[in-house]
């Protein structure tokens, strides 16, 4: 359970819109525990139950977790596979909690090089839970920001070269429209885990306004007071957007 009291310092009416995490961590932590690598994904998995239940509790309207990058199909095919598998148990066993607690399941990335049966599981997730209007919970998979860029630029070009978009119209909310992203709000705060302190290719346009917070906590020991301390220090940040702080103030 929360600690009542992180809970009280917390400014219900400044909550982060998108909460976006890089979850690292488990196989060190499965070394640390001399457990095989695939007992921390499946202890990261636990992390991910408790960390969705708290933010559709608090009304947060957006969770994106990196799940799988792009890189992450050069990891050894034993280690993908299990992966692999433990999606697919995961969205068997959590679409009907999803759907009763008001959660819309949400991909984002190249799905179409996911092995076909989790296409499918995909597609029927986010089916079934498109009505909800609550949290929206997104998995990046087979995902990364520079290719998510680039398939960007490739879906404008094509309009351009059919001459439904001419060149002097494309400006910001054109690149934005066509990104994977393009129905979720920027995110507001990026999570971290396991001390590592840079981005891995993850939402690198979506990112430029957004708050950084690094944990050392390794994702598997990640826990809802470590998601209350990163919110909290989230509101103790002034978020300019480039302006200066009177600005702000009197805005």
């Given at each position: 359970?929360?600690?009542?009291?992180?809970?009280?310092?917390?400014?219900?009416?400044?909550?982060?819109?998108?909460?976006?995490?890089?979850?690292?961590?488990?196989?060190?932590?499965?070394?640390?525990?001399?457990?095989?690598?695939?007992?921390?994904?499946?202890?990261?998995?636990?992390?991910?139950?408790?960390?969705?239940?708290?933010?559709?509790?608090?009304?947060?309207?957006?969770?994106?977790?990196?799940?799988?990058?792009?890189?992450?199909?050069?990891?050894?095919?034993?280690?993908?596979?299990a992966l692999m598998k433990i999606l697919d148990q995961y969205l068997n066993k959590e679409l009907e909690r999803m759907k009763r607690e008001n959660i819309r399941f949400n991909t984002i990335g190249r799905i179409h090089e996911l092995p076909p049966a989790i296409q499918k599981l995909i597609r029927h997730a986010e089916n079934y839970t498109r009505s909800n209007?609550?949290?929206?919970?997104?998995?990046?998979l087979s995902y990364g920001g520079r290719q998510e860029i680039v398939d960007a630029v490739k879906k404008i070009a094509k309009l351009v070269q059919e001459g439904s978009l001419p060149i002097e119209d494309i400006d910001f909310p054109v690149l934005e429209s066509s990104l994977y992203t393009h129905d979720l709000p920027e995110p507001d705060l990026l999570i971290r885990t396991s001390g590592e302190k840079r981005i891995s290719n993850f939402l690198l346009y979506q990112m430029a306004y957004t708050e950084l917070h690094y944990t050392q906590v390794l994702w598997p020991q990640f826990t809802e007071d470590d998601l209350l301390k990163a919110i909290i220090d989230f509101q103790s940040r002034e978020r300019r957007f480039g302006m200066i702080g009177d600005q702000i103030v009197k805005a």
């Open positions: 359970m929360p600690d009542p009291a992180l809970i009280n310092q917390i400014d219900l009416k400044r909550l982060p819109r998108h909460i976006a995490i890089i979850m690292d961590g488990n196989g060190r932590w499965a070394k640390k525990k001399m457990l095989p690598r695939v007992e921390g994904h499946r202890r990261g998995v636990k992390t991910v139950d408790k960390i969705v239940t708290l933010c559709a509790e608090m009304h947060i309207e957006a969770l994106t977790l990196y799940s799988f990058s792009d890189e992450n199909w050069n990891r050894p095919r034993p280690e993908i596979d209007d609550g949290l929206i919970l997104t998995l990046a």
